[in-house]
């Protein structure tokens, strides 16, 4: 297994632009979450999925982020329009069904708005 | 909701001797507590787990143990190796929801 894939591994763009961020999970998994990690605020859970469906998003900081799983093997984290303080790496992570709740990161986006 | 915290920040240990990371948390529904590795620039890594109903787990150096009355839970690494340097974090897991609650992270350096 390939384990989580996320793209781009690393983004630089312009204030204002909009960024979209991809993941694909782990096959078979059926919560997909996706994290952003910041060295004045660690990591943080911004929304996360159980079977495709959005479960909790109390996370997003913003109107301007917006998540999508338009079917099990591929999600999409948007910013629009991105601002400097979203720099961030933003971690994708897949988990299965079962007591443990385990999750599985994938390798992030660093994002990077200038 | 649930709150963790770690202690301490950070944590210096010569090679070979033991670490213990300690994490407590606030909410007595969490039920899963996982603990993640992340190396500079790499993703976090799931290294051990342990359930509310269970009070220990060991996978060779690593041990997790879990005091629910006390509501907090521990890393211990023991013979630590260079490679063992990272920021480790603590979770919880509430109730039948699966959202992790992370603790800050613990940087840890082993001294060669």
């Known amino acids: 297994d390939a384990g989580v894939i996320q793209s781009p591994r690393h983004e630089v763009t312009e204030m204002g632009q909009e960024v979209t961020l991809r993941c694909k999970p782990i096959?078979?998994?059926?919560?997909l979450f996706w994290y952003r990690q910041t060295m004045m605020r660690g990591l943080e859970l911004l929304i996360y999925f159980n079977n495709n469906v959005p479960i909790d998003d109390s996370g997003m900081p913003e109107d301007r982020f917006s998540a999508k799983m338009p079917n099990a093997s591929f999600s999409t984290l948007k910013i629009q329009p991105s601002e400097p303080r979203d720099s961030a790496v933003y971690f994708c992570?897949?988990?299965?069904?079962?007591?443990?709740?385990?999750?599985?990161f994938g390798p992030g986006t660093r994002l990077t708005v200038t | 909701g649930e709150n963790v915290e770690q202690h301490p920040s950070t944590l210096s240990v010569q090679e070979g001797d033991s670490a213990v990371i300690k994490c407590t948390y606030s909410?007595?529904?969490?039920?899963?507590f996982p603990w993640y590795k992340q190396e500079l620039g790499k993703r976090p890594q799931l290294i051990i787990d342990?359930?509310?109903?269970?009070g220990e787990k060991k996978d060779q150096r690593i041990a997790v143990t879990l005091n629910k009355t006390a509501k907090h839970f521990s890393l211990h690494i023991t013979e630590t190796q260079p490679e063992d340097s990272a920021v480790y974090f603590c979770?919880?897991?509430?109730?039948?929801?699966?959202?992790?609650?992370f603790g800050k992270g613990i940087t840890l350096s082993v001294r060669p």
């Open positions: 096959s078979g998994h059926d919560y």
């Open positions: 992570a897949s988990g299965p069904t079962g007591l443990l709740r385990e999750q599985y």
């Open positions: 909410d007595s529904a969490s039920n899963y």
């Open positions: 979770a919880a897991l509430t109730g039948a929801n699966s959202k992790l609650t």
């Open positions: 342990i359930r509310s109903n269970v």
